[in-house]
Nanobody, 116 residues
Framework: QVQLVESGGGLVQAGGSLRLSCASSGSIFSIAHMAWYRQAPGKQRELVAGITSGGGTNYADSVKGRFTISRDNAKNTVYLQMNSLKPEDTAVYYC??????????WGQGTQVTVSS
């Protein structure tokens, strides 16, 4: 059973930075597609960034140039470096792992709050 544990969320002032981590267990992490999503109150969950097994990345337009997704296959961990944070980045951030067969697994989420 795949398990994902996120960490690194918290309260930060606008313009600040946070780094989220998502540790995976129970899968062949190196061949999995990883992604970060977020969900703000009253809004749908949205894709923030994704990274393929080969290291290719994609980002939502709203975070391009400010957020960076990366992975460390030796540690079975994916990261989201968030710089120049804005109040509109406030949300619960979720890690998602997609394994062979297209099965998705989700973490429990970590709260990010950006104050103005």
């Amino acid at each position: 059973q795949v398990q994902l544990v996120e960490s690194g969320g918290g309260l930060v002032q606008a313009g600040g930075s946070l780094r989220l981590s998502c540790a995976s267990s129970g899968s062949i992490f190196s061949i999995a597609h990883m992604a970060w999503y977020r969900q703000a109150p009253g809004k749908q969950r949205e894709l923030v960034a994704g990274i393929t097994s080969g290291g290719g990345t994609n980002y939502a337009d709203s975070v391009k140039g400010r957020f960076t997704i990366s992975r460390d296959n030796a540690k079975n961990t994916v990261y989201l470096q968030m710089n120049s944070l804005k109040p509109e980045d406030t949300a619960v951030y979720y890690c998602r792992e997609t394994v062979l067969g297209g099965i998705n697994y989700w973490g429990q989420g970590t709260q990010v709050t950006v104050s103005s």
